[in-house]
């Protein structure tokens, strides 16, 4: 089957309205398509968005894109869109830039971060998606474990950019600039170019993203995914998704992490669909709703930052009758905000789970519409070989056991599979052991073959002789009336090595107070196993997270290292349970 059937293919099978039949038809699908071989040479942006889109529907809308606080907003059709693409690669060709080359995106949601992106596809470089809240330092590590071959970026982030460059000693073949700089190109200088381009001959393992993660367990690694990893991977996350090429996708999410590849570009754009996005410096939920009804949006994905925002907005005011998907991604979503959600707006949140590693690889499915368990982030894409295995690496057989998320390697490679951490053998070593790729994230499955998130492997408590997953807890204290927010990590404790503890944010009209502290300690004894409760409470006003929206645990932990060795100051909105007589012990 040549590469172009596969996303016709696609293209009809998200378009079925009988959700059984839609089931069989995927699983039929990726069972083919795992154990293709694989074409010698694929130029997706050549052989898809051209050969296929712009051929097909030229004319149609490939991009919207608006601006949340100027509401100036700007549409560009799949032939457009190409144009653009074509005009850039052009401009880094003359500069030297040639096939196998990096590009730094340093750029924030704007329509030439597509535009670029194109580019690099088309042009077979390779893709360094940075995110715009870096500062000199992490731009130093980056340019040293990868020098750069040209760059993008806004102009606010050029000095630090520079200031980078000189302390490496780097000069990149191209600078180009959004905006004007000294010794930089700007980017206006490419509506001189040909709007026409010739693709590279990309084989189809040739290296064209690198990832820098975003560092919530240890110092950033390289993520090399290949022209057919993220291009062809990706029909997991666009079967995932249900998006169908009438619709126009939303993904709220920055361009400088991976999950904007995933559902910015490659979901919606693999199908014919119509991508948007919104930039914004500071989420106002109000503006961003009012954006997403504006524009009609059919499909829409966002973080679990978001969604516990817009939950607790009057929504009353918007018009949600186009919204037909609603999917979160990032980390599993609490029960009590995908239930709000539906009673706002009629759409179930579809949560599904993937990494920078990998494309879509669990989720709820659109053939589970109605189906779904509340608070289990679903079942295994088709396109994965994915199972739990104990810490003996023996895989789980019992219902509801937790275990280490795997991926077998030995039955098929899952195509959206990542190829390697770049340059760090021993990572490699360590993630991929006796046929497995280990997630390094834990889960459970039940015996309906429904999965639920545990945590991060290292987000894991371990207290007495229990092991205690975080989002369990958290979801108990968001059931609370007056949590919005909470963040559960394990604190060192001499005793039971760890003990249970509560970052809580409150929503808006709640004070921390002793009596609110013995409420919510109250509350998760009716909900959790004795062993599971929190132990020690804390009010805050918001916890470290990363751009995506993941909480960053290991931030917390080593506030709380910090604090037992006296380095850090101990907080006056934290509570112990040990120091409320009005429970039923005091005792640790």
Known sequence: MSMENLYREVMDLNMMDDNDSKRLAAKAFFEKLNYMEMPEYFNWAAEIFEGVHVKDRGDKKALIWADILTDESR???????????????NVLRKAGVEKGDNMYLMVPIVPETWFSSYACVKGGLVTVPTATTMTTRELEFRFETYPADAIIAQEIYTDIIDDALRTKNLTPKIKIVLGKKEGW??????????KVA?????????????????????????????????PLGHLSTSVMTGIQTGDIHHNLGAPGWAKWAWSSFFAPLNVGATASGFNFTVLDGNKYLTQITKHKISTFCAPPTAWRMFINLDTSKFDFSNLRQSIGAGEPLNPEVINKWKKLTGTEIRDFYGQTESTAMIGNHPWMNGKMRNGSFGQPSYMYDVTLVDDNGKEVTQPDEPGHIVVRLDRWRSIGLFTE???NPEKMAGVFVNNYYYTGDRASI??????????????????????IGPFEVESALLEHPAVAESAIVGVPDEKRHQLVKAFCILKEGHEPSRELALDLFKHTIKILAKFKIPRIIEFVPAVPKTLSGKIRRVELRQQEIDKKAGNAPQEKQEYYYWDFPELSTKKK
């Open 185 to 194: 190109t700007s980017y206006t200088d490419l509506d001189k170019e040909s």
């Open 198 to 230: 010739e693709a590279a001959k990309t084989k189809s393992s040739d290296l064209l993203f690198c990832f820098f993660t975003s560092g919530t367990t240890g110092l950033p690694k390289r993520v090399g995914h290949t022209a057919v990893s993220y």
């Open 446 to 467: 039940d015996a309906d073959g429904y999965w639920w998130f545990v945590g991060r492997s290292d987000d894991v408590i371990k207290s007495a002789d229990f092991r």
């Open 421 to 423: 951490y770049i340059g």
């Open 75 to 89: 549409t560009f059709t799949y032939k457009e869109f190409a144009e653009r693409g074509n005009q850039c690669l």
